[in-house]
């Protein structure tokens, strides 16, 4: 099993969580995070005090899968996320050790 | 007496009274998320504080019976023969009652207004004993020389119609003498040199805030005529007009120079506009209205680039925006005023009386002075005495926990 964390733009959340139910992905985690990576930040200007930004909201999406369908994940986030333009995000796969459902205590591929 | 009169000013009163927490809403939203308790407490417990000291003597210093002109006595110690039948010196058609209960929430905003200039760093006590005294000794003569019976600057003919001197150049005077007192907030460094972000938390607070403070400031302006009649569609169309215009001219100069127009810029040029507007509104018609609103505007946003410059931390812009908008208001006033709008009042410089001018300068002067002698005073001997801010580490953590023991925000 694989975890998928995807860090993607705000506005792109919605074609990218369509896109995972079409795959038939049936669960994720969303969080509001705020970071920066090459597209560095951006400045604000409050009644003339200006201020350097350094941390844009971003969503960061986290998907568990079998390892068949980490691939098919990942290139539906990437088909979807992508605008070509800098600040896109990131995604991280990393192997996953057990998975269990609460509710049932089954586990494996089973329970994700 | 006059049912529809004590009916309109009894509502006015209420308008008023929700000025205090739209006041509180528009700066809790403009500080750090830290602060924003602390924030919206020190204008909240104004109504409490003041409320108390209003009845107790605080009336009868600003409104009761003079003593030289300076000052009322405490006849009317705890309302003490404040009654249902009008006090003819103040207004024949509504019980004196209900203008000693109007009067007690101009009594309650004005202090409310300085608390932007030391926000995110003022200790609570010390700031309940500030108030308290600052409410007795600067507010309550200054209230009674221009509104009392027998005030000497009333005595002079200062035009004033309700509270621009009084309340806005007041409160915004004590507010540069606290910004100097006091000093900046920690990490405070001035413009653009990558010093500590001080970002408001929540401008859609900040927005709302001064919608209730525009609503509110129908009753403060219009109530002012006392009356329900022609006086007070004349000061509620003033009002009205003049905040419009400032919005247009706050947004407008910022889009020019900064290139955006922004929401936080709407929000403060309304404020400007019925900051300005404030001494004018009974004696200026739409059009006069509408030129004082386009200079508050412009004016205010001016003087809030200028502090950036000059580098006192102000941290709500009190100064910028209630003393300088409020001295713009006074002159405009002087400059503007006409008596084919009200026959009470006076004719300004350019309906062709300019000594109407010297006399609105003068009463600007005079209060400028009182206001940030006394105000750097009483900072000064709290500082020594009790302190006025909070420890550098209370400061890092918020005045919510440090001095509330609570959290604006929680999972």
Known sequence: MKKIEAIIQPFKLEPVKEALHQISIQGMT?????????????????????????????????????????????DAIIDKARTGRIGDGKIFVYPVAEVIRIRTGETGEGAV | MNSADTAFVLVSAALVMLMTPGLALFYGGMVRSKNVLGT??????????????????GYSLAFGP??????????????????????????????????????AMFAIITPALITGAWAERMKFST???FIILWATLVYDPVAHWVWGDGGWLKGLGALDFAGGTVVHINAGVAALAAALVMGPRKGWGGY???????IPHNL???????????????GFNAGSALASGGLASTAFTATHLATCAA??????????????????????????????????????????AIIIGLGAGSICYLAVLAKVKLGYDDSLDVVGVHCVGGIWGALATGLLASKAINSAGADGLLFGNPQQLVIQTLAVGVIIVFSFIVSWGLLKILDATMGLRVTPEEEVAGLDLSEHQEAGYSI
Request: charged share 15%; hydrophobic share 50%; glycine share 14%.
């Open chain 1, 30 to 74: 969303v969080t509001e995070v705020k970071g920066f990576g090459r597209q560095k930040g951006l400045r604000e200007v409050y009644r003339g005090m200006e201020y350097q930004v350094d941390f844009l909201p971003k969503v960061k999406i986290e998907v568990v899968a079998s390892d068949e369908k980490a691939q098919a994940v990942v």
């Open chain 2, 40 to 57: 919206l407490m020190q204008n909240f417990i104004m109504l409490g504080v003041i409320g108390v000291q209003w009845a107790l003597f």
């Open chain 2, 66 to 103: 003079d003593v030289g002109g300076i000052i009322g006595n405490l006849d009317w110690l705890g309302l003490n023969g404040v009654g249902l039948e009008p006090f003819k010196a103040y207004s024949e058609t509504i019980p004196h009652q209900t203008f000693m209960i109007y009067q």
């Open chain 2, 127 to 129: 700031f309940l004993v």
């Open chain 2, 192 to 198: 653009g040199n990558g010093a500590e972000a001080f």
């Open chain 2, 204 to 218: 859609p607070m900040t927005v709302l805030g001064a919608g209730l403070l525009w609503f509110g400031w129908f």
């Open chain 2, 247 to 288: 919005v247009l001219s706050w947004t407008g100069l910022e889009w020019i120079i900064r290139g955006k127009p922004t929401s936080l810029g709407a929000a403060s040029g309304a404020v400007a506009g019925l900051v300005a507007v404030t001494p004018a509104a009974g004696f200026v018609g739409p059009m006069s």
